[in-house]
């Protein structure tokens, strides 16, 4: 051994001489660098990675990337990726600038310590810096931000939500390592981590504007009127209301009311506008809800489009077949096309807020039923069927239903005796409605399989859909244009036209299955904010809470659930 040689040092013209060539260059590297791993003490990289914790990061606790980290370093011996010498290298400048700006992502720029790397950068440069802890953070920093910002922040099945992501989420240690920083355009790379959709780049623009109009905004409230304002009518808070107008672009800039004491018909139009795109009856009257909706800050229509954006980013990055998606506050549905372009727009009414809440999930249609029977759910025969039956033994007479055994046999559609009403009560029978045009389920419903027993389905009580608020069913999706949504999901299936299906609904066959020969996605969402083409932006009442749970488990910050 020479004088002052490492007796546990790999050589690589050891090696070379050793194995020739008879080892390729790859496998010759990977052999030196875990020869250098085992010879070198824990680096002090290493050493933080291990701990799972870093003190100087606002989001100490990393332990939830710990295994990212690890498999990110130990390739390359626990070097640092973001150094160059002394100084952040270019890569890692292009991400701090990214943390800065993730505001316009909808994302919190102080999870990923956008305050804090002007400070880090400057103590590169002194004798006290920390290069290992800069770089380590700056690699937490990095996987969370590509995360957030592809997959969202919090897992909707945090909310018990049907909707899976698992299937989106990255290689973090590959992606950073081998997409990142070897990208030559990092924020070309990242915009195409983000959801493909042109509605969520258009939600990243209304946020944008609405940000502005929030620092441009004095919060000043309306007073709310004791009883509606009509056109014509004295309104203290005529002032206020023509600037807010004016400012949301309900009213063109040069709109002034003729009397600032006077709620005119000018006024009156940039309301009706406004009510139009807040979910209100578009009355142009100046009722306690408008009154409410027009005081809301627009530091809270914010906080809408951000998370709207974290649940565009809970859907897939691309569709297997063109879906049909059905947004609950703000009771429609919508399918689109191959180009992800709305093609079909309807009305829907969804289940009611306080007791029976349309689930959010995705399955795939796989049929449809057309003159179908409505198989009353056990809840509802226990607490509407059988105390109806109490009060009327001929209630099943009445409303076209039949007794059945739980195997479909039917048992009676007359009067009900104490023996099945005993048994009813018992659970051993069950209950359906006849096909006809007075089913609960009207004429068609379309199947999505879920352990919900949520589908969509026509109704004999079309009026509910001139309603503005539509919570009224007890949890299945009731459809405005049934035959077009019907012909839309068997556009595929050879011969089932719209006047087919329409010939079925009225004068087939009753309960005819249809499979589809394409099976179509079917997306239960939830979204308050939805950006439209014409640069509109519509905000929706959270009916079932879940924005104020969001924005809870948001708060919380890392390590996010």
């Not at 680096?43 to 100490?60: F, N, P």
């Not at 709305?342 to 049929?367: E, H, I, W, Y």
């Not at 389905?457 to 009026?463: E, G, K, L, M, V």
């Amino acid at each position: 051994m020479r004088k002052g040689s490492n007796p546990n040092q790999c050589s690589r013209e050891r090696l070379a001489r050793v194995f020739g060539n008879m080892v390729p260059r790859q496998i010759l590297i990977a052999i030196l660098l875990s020869c250098f791993a085992i010879a070198q003490p824990p680096s002090r990289i290493q050493s933080i990675v291990t701990a799972g914790s870093l003190d100087s990061m606002r989001w100490r606790n990393f332990s939830d990337y710990r295994v990212w980290l690890q498999k990110f370093y130990e390739p390359v011996g626990y070097a640092p990726a973001w150094l160059q010498g002394n100084a952040p290298s270019s890569q890692a400048l292009v991400m701090i600038e990214r943390f800065r700006d993730a505001a316009q992502n909808g994302l919190e720029p102080e999870d990923y310590d956008a305050s804090r790397w002007n400070d880090r950068v400057q103590g590169l440069k002194g004798a006290g810096g920390d290069p290992s802890a800069f770089d380590v953070a700056l690699s937490v920093c990095t996987m969370r931000y590509v995360s957030d910002l592809h997959i969202g922040r919090i897992n909707p099945k945090h909310f018990n939500f049907g909707l899976d992501i698992d299937h989106k989420k990255y290689d973090l240690a590959h992606f950073v390592r081998e997409r990142l920083l070897t990208a030559k355009d990092i924020p070309a790379l990242l915009d195409t981590i983000e959801p493909p959709f042109p509605g969520y780049r258009r939600t990243e623009q209304a946020l944008d504007r609405y940000v502005q109009l929030a620092c441009q905004d004095n919060g000043e409230k309306l007073p709310v009127p004791a009883k509606a304002i009509d056109p014509g009518q004295q309104y203290a808070g005529v002032p206020r209301l023509s600037r807010l107008l004016r400012l949301i672009g309900d009213l063109p800039p040069d709109a002034n009311p003729s009397d600032p004491q006077i709620y005119d018909a000018t006024l009156a139009e940039g309301v009706k506008r406004f009510q139009r795109r807040h979910g209100l009856d578009e009355d142009g009257r100046l009722g306690a809800a408008t009154v409410n909706q027009l005081n809301v800050p627009l530091s809270e229509r914010v906080r809408q489009l951000q998370l709207t954006l974290e649940r565009w980013r809970w859907l897939p990055s691309e569709f297997a077949a063109p879906p049909i998606i059905v947004n609950v506050p703000d009771f429609h549905l919508r399918a689109l096309d191959d180009k992800n372009t709305v093609t079909l727009d309807m009305r829907v009414v969804v289940g009611k807020a306080l007791r029976t809440q349309t689930p959010v999930f995705s399955r795939d249609m796989t049929f449809v039923v057309l003159r179908p029977y409505w198989n009353v759910p056990p809840s509802i025969l226990r607490g509407e069927i059988v105390p109806a039956i109490k009060r009327d033994r001929s209630y099943i007479a009445k409303k076209n239903y039949e007794v059945t055994t739980i195997d479909g046999k039917v048992v009676t559609s007359g009067a009900i005796s104490d023996e099945v009403l005993a048994q009813l009560q018992a659970g051993e029978l069950a209950v359906r409605q006849k096909p006809g045009s007075n089913n609960a389920l009207g004429l068609v419903k379309l199947i999505f399989p879920n352990e919900h027993n949520v589908y969509l389905h026509s109704t004999p009580s079309p009026q509910l859909f001139a309603r503005t608020r539509r919570d009224f069913s007890h949890g299945c999706i009731r459809v405005e244009k049934p035959a077009e949504l019907a012909a839309w999901v068997l556009r595929n299936n050879p011969g089932w036209t719209l006047d087919r299906v329409q010939q079925g609904m009225k004068e087939g066959s009753d309960n005819v299955t249809v499979g589809l020969t394409q099976r179509v996605p079917v997306f239960i969402v939830y979204a308050t904010a939805l950006a439209y083409e014409n640069n509109e932006v519509h905000f929706y009442h959270d009916i079932y809470g879940h924005d104020a749970k969001l924005a809870q488990a948001l708060a919380k910050g890392y390590p996010y659930p």
